[in-house]
């Protein structure tokens, strides 16, 4: 059923990838400032292409095949498939204007932040380097996206004209990670994805590890699936895998970071925590 339109969706995506390289390629390697956007269109381009929208595709494959039922969160249930195909149809249109825009102007303001885009091999940071990067702008990040999220739940003005759309999806799949309103996706999602890279800008790279993990952990995170090769899950008390966020657009009762961390300090898991150990004892 959604595997036409889905199909679709990923050829425009890739075809709408080599247009927006295509001018900035031509002039490669001849101008430096082109050079450094050309390497920024290329990483939005590729990360989008390559790691959310097979993921997104797999995962929708996955539910309209009915496999690896075991592992589904919801057992028996299905998203609405007139909803799928209406944030298809968003998708497409978001991703046509906010890739281009983002590349415009997060270029020139990661640049005068002081991003590092150049890969020669001194210039390329270290792996240890790189592992505390990308933790820190983790820790940003949930920040930001915990106490902006917990608003949009807890001043109902906000959730009627913003979050609710977001919440449409009660059994969430993988493109629900990217349904929400535009107002949504500035304050919350763009702004918690960028808050570490733009207050402590550091290499093209760690940018480019740190989009693909926020990608595939927000995709996994409304996948609707619990998969064992998940590595969300094997990170223990931080994350969990997607049961959390899946738990989120059940019952929307807390569960509101994208970690566990904030939602322990201020005990919005409760409900989470009651809820699991109810499920243990029933086996
Ligand atoms: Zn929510
Ligand atoms: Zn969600």
Request: aromatic share 16%; proline share 5%; charged share 15%.
């Amino acid at each position: 059923m959604y595997v036409k339109p889905a199909a679709g969706a990923f050829i425009i995506f890739l075809v709408y990838g080599q247009i927006i390289r295509l001018p900035v390629n031509v002039c490669y390697h001849k101008i430096t400032v082109i050079t450094c956007i050309s390497l920024v269109c290329m990483s939005c381009s590729v990360v989008t292409n390559v790691v959310t929208n097979p993921q997104v595709l797999f995962l929708m494959f996955v539910e309209h095949r009915g496999l690896f039922l075991r592992h589904k969160l919801q057992s028996g249930k299905r998203a609405d498939p007139s909803l799928v195909r209406e944030a298809l149809k968003h998708t497409l249109i978001s991703h046509l204007i906010s890739v281009p825009l983002a590349i415009y102007y997060g270029f020139g303001f990661f640049r005068s932040r002081g991003m590092v885009m150049s890969l020669a091999f001194e210039d390329l940071p270290t792996f240890s380097h790189t592992v505390i990067t990308l933790l820190w702008w983790h820790v940003l990040f949930d920040t930001w996206f915990y106490w902006g999220h917990r608003a949009h739940h807890e001043f109902p003005l906000l959730y009627r004209m913003v979050h609710k759309q977001h919440h449409r999806f009660t059994t969430p799949i993988g493109l629900a990670a990217v349904y929400a309103h535009p107002v949504e996706d500035v304050l919350v999602n763009l702004g918690s994805t960028f808050v570490g890279p733009v207050l402590f800008p550091d290499h093209l790279v760690i940018w480019l590890i740190y989009i693909a993990l926020r990608f595939h952990e927000t995709v996994d995170a409304h996948s609707g699936y619990d998969l064992p090769w998940s590595p969300w899950r094997y990170l223990g008390w931080m994350h969990g895998g997607a049961g959390r966020h899946d738990w989120h657009h059940s019952h929307q009762l807390g569960n509101y970071g994208g970690f566990w961390f904030w939602d322990w300090i201020c005990g919005t898991d409760k409900h989470w925590k009651a809820w699991k150990k109810k499920q243990l004892k029933r086996g």
